[in-house]
C-alpha cells in the first residue's frame, strides 16, 4: 500500500552544475552532497539530482510532478531568472494555480499552489471558481472531435472569461489542452457526469414531471438547451447570489430566450432553510418533482448533506427523484475556497438513502461509466473518470 511521496530525482549531465543551481533556487545546502547523488530535504520529501549522461526523453505528459509554493508566478520568475525556461503555464483549475518549468538540465519542474485571493473568496460572496471550471470542461467537451464523446453544451462557453475563452480557441478539439493542463479522469469524468444527468433531466422531460429543481444550478444550461421541450415543467434554479447573479447577467447579455416558467430561488446551503425558500418560488409539494444536485455534495459538511436530504423527503411527493454525484473514498484536499468535505462508502448508499426515504434505481460506478459514456466506435475506452466518483438516481417512497 502506497503511503506518501518520498523521494523524487532528477537527471542531469553536470551534477556539480546542478548542484549549485538547486542550491541558490532553493535557498539551502544539500543534505547529501556525493559524487553520485545530491539531496535536497523538502518537507519531508527529496529532491534528489543524479548524475546521467543519457539525453532525456521528451515529455509525454503521462506523470507530472508538481512542487507546492506560497506563490507560483514569483517562484516562476524566480527559475527563469536563474537560467530556467517556461514549459506551460501559469493556469488556474478551481482554486489552484500550477505552472511548469525546465531546469537548465532539461528537467520539467511543476509548480503549485493557490491562487491569489481565493482563501477569502466563497461561493457566498463570489461567483463560483469550481462552476466556472466545469464550465470550461464542458465547453472543451463540446469541441472533442470524436463524436461518440462530444458534450452537448454549446452554452457554456458563454459563462467563460476572455482569458478561458482564449485557451479554448488555442485548443483544436481539447485533448491537447486536457494533457498539458488538467489531467483526461477528471476530463471524463465531467463528460460522463453531462450525459448521466442529460438522460435523468430528458426522461423526466419525457414524463411531464411538473416540477425540475436545480440545486446549486451553477451554469447548468439544460433549461435552455431543452427548452421547446418543457412543456409546463416548472424549473427551479437553486444557488448562491453571486454565481447566480453573475448566471442571470451573461444569459441577458447574450439573449437567451428564458424558459417561461423557470424560477431563480437564491439561497445559502449550510444557513437558508431550503424548504422555506423553495415555498416562496412557489414549488409545490404536492406534486412529483425531479432534483438535480450536480456537483454539490462533497462541498457541504455531513450535517448539511443530512438536512438537505431531510428537507427534500419533507418536501417532495413519494415517486420523486433526486440526481446526485458523490464521493465514494476518504477526501485529502485542502483547496482554499471550495473544500471538498463530504465523502461515502458506495456500499452504504443504499441505506443511507432509505434512511432518508428514497431507494435507488440506478447507482453507476467508473467501470459503468466508462461503458455507457465513454467509449469510441470500435470499443475503444477513453477518458476514465476517477475511480471515487460515483452517481446515483433514487426515489421518494
Not at 545530491?38 to 506523470?63: A, H, W
Not at 463524436?147 to 467563460?160: M, Q
Not at 448533506?305 to 420523486?320: E, Q, T
Not at 467501470?367 to 466518483?389: A, H, I, Q
Given at each position: 500500500?502506497?503511503?506518501?511521496?518520498?523521494?523524487?530525482?532528477?537527471?542531469?549531465?553536470?551534477?556539480?552544475?546542478?548542484?549549485?543551481?538547486?542550491?541558490?533556487?532553493?535557498?539551502?545546502?544539500?543534505?547529501?552532497?556525493?559524487?553520485?547523488?545530491?539531496?535536497?530535504?523538502?518537507?519531508?520529501?527529496?529532491?534528489?539530482?543524479?548524475?546521467?549522461?543519457?539525453?532525456?526523453?521528451?515529455?509525454?505528459?503521462?506523470?507530472?510532478?508538481?512542487?507546492?509554493?506560497?506563490?507560483?508566478?514569483?517562484?516562476?520568475?524566480?527559475?527563469?531568472?536563474?537560467?530556467?525556461?517556461?514549459?506551460?503555464?501559469?493556469?488556474?483549475?478551481?482554486?489552484?494555480?500550477?505552472?511548469?518549468?525546465?531546469?537548465?538540465?532539461?528537467?520539467?519542474?511543476?509548480?503549485?499552489?493557490?491562487?491569489?485571493?481565493?482563501?477569502?473568496?466563497?461561493?457566498?460572496?463570489?461567483?463560483?471558481?469550481?462552476?466556472?471550471?466545469?464550465?470550461?470542461?464542458?465547453?472543451?467537451?463540446?469541441?472533442?472531435?470524436?463524436?461518440?464523446?462530444?458534450?452537448?453544451?454549446?452554452?457554456?462557453?458563454?459563462?467563460?472569461?476572455?482569458?478561458?475563452?482564449?485557451?479554448?480557441?488555442?485548443?483544436?478539439?481539447?485533448?491537447?489542452?486536457?494533457?498539458?493542463?488538467?489531467?483526461?479522469?477528471?476530463?471524463?469524468?465531467?463528460?460522463?457526469?453531462?450525459?448521466?444527468?442529460?438522460?435523468?433531466?430528458?426522461?423526466?422531460?419525457?414524463?411531464?414531471?411538473?416540477?425540475?429543481?436545480?440545486?446549486?444550478?451553477?451554469?447548468?444550461?439544460?433549461?435552455?438547451?431543452?427548452?421547446?421541450?418543457?412543456?409546463?415543467?416548472?424549473?427551479?434554479?437553486?444557488?448562491?447570489?453571486?454565481?447566480?447573479?453573475?448566471?442571470?447577467?451573461?444569459?441577458?447579455?447574450?439573449?437567451?430566450?428564458?424558459?417561461?416558467?423557470?424560477?431563480?430561488?437564491?439561497?445559502?446551503?449550510?444557513?437558508?432553510?431550503?424548504?422555506?425558500?423553495?415555498?416562496?418560488?412557489?414549488?409545490?409539494?404536492?406534486?412529483?418533482?425531479?432534483?438535480?444536485?450536480?456537483?454539490?455534495?462533497?462541498?457541504?459538511?455531513?450535517?448539511?448533506?443530512?438536512?438537505?436530504?431531510d428537507v427534500l423527503a419533507d418536501n417532495c411527493l413519494s415517486g420523486s427523484r433526486l440526481c446526485f454525484d458523490y464521493v465514494a473514498a476518504k477526501l485529502q484536499t485542502s483547496n482554499a475556497g471550495e473544500q471538498m468535505k463530504f465523502w461515502i462508502e458506495k456500499a452504504k448508499i443504499p441505506a443511507y438513502l432509505v434512511s432518508h426515504g428514497f431507494i435507488v434505481l440506478d447507482h453507476v460506478d467508473?467501470?459503468?461509466?466508462?461503458?455507457?459514456?465513454?467509449?469510441?466506435?470500435?470499443?475503444?475506452?477513453?477518458?476514465?473518470?476517477?475511480?471515487?466518483?460515483?452517481?446515483?438516481?433514487?426515489?421518494?417512497?
Amino acid at each position: 500500500m502506497l503511503k506518501g511521496l518520498k523521494r523524487i530525482f532528477y537527471q542531469v549531465p553536470d551534477l556539480a552544475a546542478a548542484k549549485k543551481w538547486y542550491s541558490n533556487f532553493l535557498g539551502m545546502d544539500p543534505l547529501l552532497d556525493t559524487p553520485i547523488m545530491v539531496v535536497f530535504p523538502i518537507q519531508g520529501i527529496s529532491l534528489g539530482l543524479i548524475p546521467s549522461k543519457t539525453p532525456l526523453q521528451e515529455d509525454n505528459g503521462r506523470v507530472s510532478v508538481f512542487w507546492e509554493v506560497d506563490d507560483v508566478d514569483a517562484a516562476l520568475r524566480r527559475m527563469i531568472d536563474l537560467g530556467g525556461s517556461l514549459h506551460t503555464g501559469p493556469v488556474n483549475l478551481m482554486t489552484i494555480r500550477s505552472a511548469k518549468a525546465f531546469d537548465p538540465f532539461g528537467n520539467i519542474i511543476g509548480l503549485t499552489g493557490v491562487v491569489p485571493g481565493a482563501a477569502s473568496k466563497t461561493v457566498e460572496t463570489h461567483p463560483s471558481e469550481t462552476a466556472i471550471t466545469v464550465c470550461y470542461f464542458r465547453a472543451l467537451a463540446a469541441q472533442d472531435e470524436r463524436s461518440e464523446i462530444r458534450g452537448p453544451d454549446t452554452y457554456a462557453r458563454l459563462f467563460l472569461s476572455d482569458e478561458w475563452n482564449k485557451r479554448l480557441a488555442e485548443s483544436a478539439f481539447g485533448e491537447n489542452d486536457v494533457a498539458r493542463h488538467v489531467n483526461h479522469t477528471l476530463y471524463g469524468y465531467f463528460i460522463a457526469r453531462t450525459a448521466f444527468m442529460d438522460h435523468v433531466f430528458e426522461e423526466a422531460i419525457r414524463n411531464r414531471i411538473p416540477q425540475i429543481v436545480f440545486l446549486g444550478a451553477g451554469y447548468d444550461s439544460r433549461p435552455y438547451r431543452f427548452r421547446d421541450q418543457l412543456g409546463d415543467t416548472k424549473i427551479f434554479e437553486l444557488d448562491a447570489s453571486a454565481t447566480q447573479n453573475r448566471k442571470r447577467e451573461i444569459l441577458l447579455q447574450h439573449s437567451v430566450p428564458m424558459p417561461p416558467r423557470l424560477s431563480f430561488v437564491p439561497v445559502n446551503f449550510n444557513t437558508d432553510d431550503l424548504g422555506e425558500a423553495l415555498e416562496r418560488a412557489g414549488f409545490s409539494r404536492n406534486q412529483k418533482s425531479l432534483f438535480i444536485w450536480e456537483g454539490v455534495m462533497y462541498y457541504l459538511g455531513e450535517a448539511e448533506v443530512d438536512k438537505v436530504m431531510d428537507v427534500l423527503a419533507d418536501n417532495c411527493l413519494s415517486g420523486s427523484r433526486l440526481c446526485f454525484d458523490y464521493v465514494a473514498a476518504k477526501l485529502q484536499t485542502s483547496n482554499a475556497g471550495e473544500q471538498m468535505k463530504f465523502w461515502i462508502e458506495k456500499a452504504k448508499i443504499p441505506a443511507y438513502l432509505v434512511s432518508h426515504g428514497f431507494i435507488v434505481l440506478d447507482h453507476v460506478d467508473t467501470e459503468e461509466l466508462t461503458k455507457r459514456y465513454l467509449l469510441l466506435k470500435d470499443g475503444t475506452p477513453v477518458e476514465k473518470p476517477p475511480s471515487r466518483m460515483h452517481f446515483v438516481l433514487a426515489e421518494r417512497q
